[in-house]
């Protein structure tokens, strides 16, 4: 009968461990991102006002996406514009997309509002600015989208 030493048997329970987590690694970062929760906001703005709206969200609301950003809350923070114009019913001016860490923190109304005092001290000024970025707005709308794998 042929026996095997307790060196090669630990051996082998080694090589067994670190095939099983090399191959379990993958998964483990799907899984983590699959949780992430992304939403495509858009913005159409009165005509001609688009740069203006972009600063005042530049200035007013970036700011305390980024402060949930470096907490951990957001992942990331994407602006863009369209580069080209299109018909009044498809037209949108302004589109930011943001992937949350989770659904939850992607609903949660509360999510910068301890950063606005801390950011915005004269809360007058700030409510005052926001009101008006809002009077240039004519439509905004929340899309969450995922990927598709395609083969």
Not at 110 to 126: G, I, M, S, V, W
């Amino acid at each position: 009968m042929y026996r095997i030493s307790t060196k090669t048997r630990f051996g082998a329970f080694v090589l067994f461990v670190l095939i099983f987590a090399i191959s379990e690694l993958p998964a483990q970062n799907k899984t983590a991102t699959e949780n992430y929760f992304r939403v495509e906001n858009y913005y159409k703005v009165r005509w001609g006002f688009a740069e203006e709206f972009i600063g005042l969200w530049e200035k007013n609301h970036y700011p305390l996406l980024k402060k949930a950003k470096e907490k951990g809350d957001i992942i990331s923070i994407v602006a863009s514009r369209p580069r080209y114009h299109s018909g009044e019913d498809t037209r949108w001016d302004f589109r930011v997309t943001i992937v949350f860490r989770t659904v939850a923190l992607a609903f949660d109304e509360n999510l910068t509002t301890t950063y606005k005092k801390e950011l915005f001290p004269d809360q007058d000024a700030y409510a005052k600015a926001e009101q008006h970025r809002f009077e240039l707005l004519l439509a905004h709308w929340d899309i969450e989208t995922s990927d598709i794998d395609l083969p």
